[in-house]
């Protein structure tokens, strides 16, 4: 098949302008039990925030189809109604990429249930019913036969993609893939020229370390990850070694990785006082807003007023994510952006 690298293809990077962002509205009880209402309203703010400059794409199930344009009432939604296993739309739906022209295409990749602990029904098969339902070309789709969530990638729309060995090294992916063999097939997917690894992720991460929770690209050559404000906090010794890794590293333009620090949200827990894989990364870019999950933590506000300096076109916006969290994840992992069509890469014209 055609690869999209050749074509002039390229993921790009989040802060770039979007038509759209794809969410799925929580429907499933039997999931989120007596937490599903406040789950709901976590989501209904977000979507709330991400409505004043973006179109939201959003998947109803048929039982929860009137709860969700009831509460959603007023905001720019078109409804799918599209069956999915539950909200987490980062790692289910497809890839978004661009050529030069700025025309949209499209990438699917297999799905294991982030290698095997969840396997849903209908999560599968979100991607193909959503490519049913957007204008794009068929030559502009592309479908893979190895695994890989939206969630393990970041990339900065100029060359440089980073990930996590501990998700796409583990055995329960790719296990007939070896790492050069990955970096090859994420060069030539997401059209990116140099792959960064970063050894492992969070505490307790249902996702085996991915990206999105602890480094994210906010600008070009610039770099954002999360350093421990106390000797309790759980990956106390995880976010050193991130951001030392980091620190050594340098993208695909041959600059050395400018590195950002922010607070993480150092000990948080459930109610039966599990420790929680939060991260203040997993923030939404959206065309005038970083929407910042919080946690009811010590560092919600002074982590909210970091990032703000370092999105000076854009509105810092923290909002409660904890009950969203007891699902695994936080406003990146349920949302996927999908670019506007209306400009070309600048970078690669």
């Known amino acids: ?41 976590e989501f209904v703010a977000l979507a709330q925030a991400i409505a004043t400059s973006e179109t939201l794409e959003i998947l109803v199930l048929p039982e929860t189809e009137d709860l969700a344009k009831s509460l959603l009432a007023g905001l720019p939604v078109r409804f799918h109604a599209i069956s999915f296993g539950d909200i ?8 978004y990429i661009k050529n030069r022209e700025g025309n949209l295409g499209a990438l699917k990749f297999q799905w294991n249930g982030w290698g095997g602990k969840y396997l849903l029904e209908h999560d599968d098969q979100v991607a193909s019913q959503i490519l049913q339902t957007i204008d794009i070309p068929d030559a502009a789709k592309f479908e893979f036969d190895w695994v890989l969530e939206g969630g393990a990638i970041e990339v900065d729309g100029i060359g440089t993609c980073l990930t996590t060995k501990q998700c796409l090294l583990n055995p329960n992916r790719n296990p007939h893939l070896n790492q050069t063999e ?32 602890i480094a994210r690209f906010i600008a070009p050559h610039t770099v954002m990850c999360m350093e421990p404000t106390s000797p309790n906090d759980p990956n106390y010794q995880v976010l050193h070694n991130i951001a030392a890794q980091l620190e050594t590293m340098t993208d695909a333009q041959g600059y050395k990785l400018n590195v950002v620090k922010i607070p993480s ?28 999950p919080l946690y009811g933590s010590v560092n919600d506000q002074l982590a909210v007023e970091t990032i703000a300096k370092h999105f000076p076109n854009r509105q ?3 909002l409660s994510a904890k009950h969203i969290l007891l699902g695994g994840g936080a406003f990146h992992c349920i949302t996927c952006h999908q670019p506007s069509c209306e400009s070309p890469n600048p970078f690669l014209v």
């Not at 980062?90 to 890839?95: E, M, S």
């Not at 090859?184 to 999105?212: C, F, M, P, R, Y």
């Open 265 to 292: 949200p150092d000990l948080v827990v459930d109610d039966e006082g599990e420790i929680m894989p939060a991260s203040y990364l997993n923030f939404y870019i959206s065309n005038d807003s970083v929407i910042i």
């Open 88 to 95: 987490w739309m980062r790692d289910i739906t497809p890839i």
């Open 316 to 318: 810092a916006i923290g």
């Open 1 to 41: 098949m055609d690869y999209p690298k050749p074509l002039g293809y390229t993921q790009p990077a989040e802060w770039e302008p979007h038509s759209a962002c794809w969410l799925a509205f929580p429907s499933h009880r039997d999931l989120w039990l007596d937490y599903l209402d406040l789950v709901q309203a």
């Open 182 to 213: 990955i970096e090859s097939a994420l060069k030539s997917a997401l059209g990116v020229e140099q792959v960064l690894w970063v050894d492992d992720g969070l505490l307790n991460d249902h996702t085996d370390g991915h990206i999105d929770t």
